[in-house]
């Protein structure tokens, strides 16, 4: 059974910092693109950052550029999202993705997703 668990999320004060992780288990996801997306109450869930597992090739959202940062640890089959300098805009459940091609942006991309983690931003 395919299972991507996301964690790290929870409550912190503008100006801080969370890092989520995302494990995947079921299968090898070499190759595939993996993907954060974001979505708050009321709002369509948006791209975030993804990153190629093959060769490391990275893309963000222009709103968290500079802020946020996606690496993997092939070795722990885990997927994270250094997010600094939150701010309450960032708030949202955030989830991790598996796609095997098409354009990184797009939810249609991805063909597996984990249940979400919740990011709170205090002002």
């Known amino acids: 059974q395919v299972q991507l668990v996301e964690s790290g999320g929870g409550l912190v004060q503008a100006g801080g910092s969370l890092r989520l992780s995302c494990v995947t288990a079921?299968?090898?996801?070499?190759?595939?693109?993996m993907g954060w997306f974001r979505q708050a109450p009321g709002k369509e869930r948006e791209f975030v950052a993804a990153?190629?597992?093959?060769?490391?090739?990275?893309s963000y959202a222009d709103s968290v550029k500079g802020r946020f940062t996606i690496s993997r640890d092939d070795a722990k089959n885990t997927v994270y999202l250094q997010m600094n300098n939150l701010k309450p805009e960032d708030a949202a459940g955030y989830y991790c993705?598996?796609?095997?091609?098409?354009?990184?942006?797009?939810?249609?991309?991805?063909?597996?997703w984990g249940q979400g983690t919740q990011v709170t931003v205090s002002s």
């Open positions: 079921g299968r090898t996801f070499r190759g595939y693109i």
């Open positions: 993705a598996a796609g095997s091609s098409g354009p990184w942006g797009l939810s249609s991309t991805y063909d597996y």
């Open positions: 990153i190629r597992r093959s060769d490391g090739s990275t």
